[in-house]
């Protein structure tokens, strides 16, 4: 089982596409999480939701908006790619809103901008 | 501003030998800490983690030692196993929600850990 997967492992686009990357967890937890890394390595968070809420929302460009339909989804929609968004995608869990803890990885999702 | 910084990007060692894997931070409101390890294509896995009102933290194989006033942490592996392999990152958050903490974790950029057998 799973405990947190992302569609698709792989995605390679044109730039000026949209594309989406989906994210689920069945922990059961209630806080769900957006990483990028880029070519430097740097793991940064995005996003976070709390049961639906928006929580954190750094400074990322709006063409990323992030979509959870409910507590065990987060989905990732990239509108208008860039060739500086190529890097690598993952989502996260954790149970609460703080303190920061534990958190569960997905595999993470190669985005590839040609 | 890497808040988080993990000078070393790899660290080679041999099989039974102990590890140590380094961290330094600058945020002064960062008050727990933890290490992640991660295998190509996969996520990062958590591994151990320390608050801020202990200096040694010990599981199994693994020790997380903290050094508050140096802003330092490090992680030692004793003995090392090839399966130890792999990125370790190091992340750190602020918990004190009344002075701006969150659940937010800044993570270093990591340390790729090669165990020879």
């Known amino acids: 089982d799973t405990a947190v997967s992302q569609t698709p492992k792989y995605l390679v686009t044109q730039m000026g596409n949209d594309k989406s990357i989906k994210c689920e967890q069945n922990?059961?937890?209630?806080?769900m999480y957006w990483y990028k890394q880029d070519s430097k390595k740097f793991l940064k968070i995005m996003f976070s939701y709390n049961n639906k809420e928006l929580i954190i929302n750094e400074t990322v460009p709006n063409r990323f908006s992030p979509k959870s339909p409910d507590k065990a989804h987060l989905n990732l929609h990239i509108n208008s790619l860039e060739l500086g968004d190529s890097a690598v995608y993952f989502c996260?869990?954790?149970?609460?809103?703080?303190?920061?803890?534990?958190?569960?990885f997905g595999p993470g999702t190669r985005l590839t901008v040609t | 501003d890497q808040q988080v910084k993990q000078n070393s990007p790899s660290l080679s060692v041999q099989e039974g030998r102990i590890s140590i894997l380094n961290c330094d931070y600058t945020n002064s409101m960062f008050d727990y800490f933890l290490w992640y390890k991660k295998y190509p294509a996969e996520g990062p896995t958590f591994l151990i983690s320390?608050?801020?009102?202990?200096d040694k933290n010990e599981d199994g194989r693994f020790t997380v030692f903290l050094n508050k006033s140096a802003k330092h942490l490090s992680l030692h592996i004793v003995p090392s196993q090839p399966g130890d392999s792999a990125v370790y990152f190091c992340?750190?958050?602020?918990?004190?929600?009344?002075?701006?903490?969150?659940?937010?974790?800044?993570f270093g950029k990591g340390t790729k850990l090669t165990v020879n057998p």
């Open positions: 922990l059961g937890h209630d806080t």
């Open positions: 996260a869990s954790s149970q609460g809103i703080g303190p920061a803890g534990e958190q569960y």
């Open positions: 992340a750190a958050s602020s918990t004190n929600f009344f002075q701006g903490g969150s659940e937010k974790l800044v």
């Open positions: 320390i608050s801020s009102i202990k």
